[in-house]
């Protein structure tokens, strides 16, 4: 541990700042996390999980006595070394992010360094846009506080890349740390902070606040475009006699240009972090007057993936059936909904004047048009039709049981099921994959290409 810092607070308990502050403390330091929700507060100091996300329950009985919650973000200031800002920043309607929560949790940090007679590091660990840091952020910090940015505190901006689901696991095995400081002492303290914590010894990238800022929402965009590259080769493989969209990512993820990582076509993504960062980039780049064509491109391509699906079951499944949707998180191990194309899915089959019923064992989303079960049997009975579209462990199992007791029509973008066999009856239709439709030898279907307009339009 750093000699000069042992306790760090940490600012907001949310879906990333919960597990973190457990990291923290399990990792030796002292941690006063800080929330304005009673019940989060008195989860943590309960030892109980105030947001969903595997592995924090076990990872807040490591932690002992150090780790606290309270609602008094100055006093949590005054007895720390360091702080972690991780709240909200929402997208505001141009694809920027809004500093509302940031500022309003600065203004507090900079009141209570005031009186503070020694040297505080404030780290913002929320996604902001490029200038936010050493622009609004400082300025109300020097503001309030009395003292300048890099004398009498430092300002680092320092933003996790940690996924929903697996958020412990990627931040104590982190591919890079990427820190943005006002100055070297802030950058060194904070790496030697990182360093205690993590079990890999990552590269740490140093350098300047607005750069920081780039590489954040860049790195995210580069991955949706990724994604979205893997999903429009599945759109062709759909199409094409015999294509395989997997056998084609699989080779193509072998040039060490490219890689295999998110490579693989199914659902377009959603989640908190991807489509607005994406709109983000696109936002940095209107206002700079540079190009946005890029990042506004894989958005809008995206957003057809849900089209694309939803022509597909129309294509396939009799009017008026009974269809379940199984899994509506964004991905699995995460009870997350925001941008989830399952959920736009639910809701087009339903417009069309399908009966459908949906479950998730985490997601719990305002459903509207279909019937969220409470249970994966009340949604696959007497179901017509199955979409596996969150692909959650047990489903694939529940899947094939259903289709044993009953014809099935199976809609399986993620192929989870390529390899089973099918039952007898059964009209398996998996993504990515061009197969004759009615095939006797394989019982499988093809990707059956959708009428140009007006069946895409149907929800």
Known sequence: MHESVQSVAMIGLGRLGAPIAACLAAGGFRVVGVDLKRETVEAINRRRPPVFEPGLEAMLGRVDDRLTATDDLAGAIRQTDASFVLVPTPSETDGSFSLDYVLAA????????????????VTIVSTVMPGDTSGAIQHTLERTSGKTCGEGFGLCYSPEFVALGTVIRDYLNPDM???????????????SIYKAVVETDPPVSRMSFVNAEIAKISVNAYVTAKITFAN???????????????????????????GRKYLKGGIGYGGPCFPRDNAALAHVARAAGAIADFPETVDAVNRQQVDRMTAQALAVIPPQSKIAILGLSYKPQSDVVDESQPVMLAERLAQAGHTVRAFDPAATPANKGYTLCDTQDACLLDAHAVVLATPWPGMAEAVIEQANQKPTIIIDP???????????????????????????KTDR?????????DLAAAG
């Open 445 to 453: 279907i093809a990707a059956v290409a959708p009428p140009p307009d």
């Open 177 to 191: 740390l990427l820190i943005g400081e006002s100055d070297p002492r802030s950058g060194r303290t904070l790496a």
């Open 106 to 121: 600065c203004e507090e940090i900079g009141e209570a360094l005031r009186d503070l007679d020694r040297w505080h590091l």
């Open 414 to 440: 993620w192929r989870v099921l390529i390899e089973q066999t099918m039952p007898a009856g059964t009209t398996y239709l998996p993504g990515g994959r061009h197969v004759v439709l009615g095939d006797k």
């Open 232 to 258: 429009t080769l599945a759109g062709i493989c759909e199409r094409v006699p015999g294509a395989d969209v997997d056998a084609v990512t699989q080779a193509i993820g072998l040039d060490s240009r490219i």
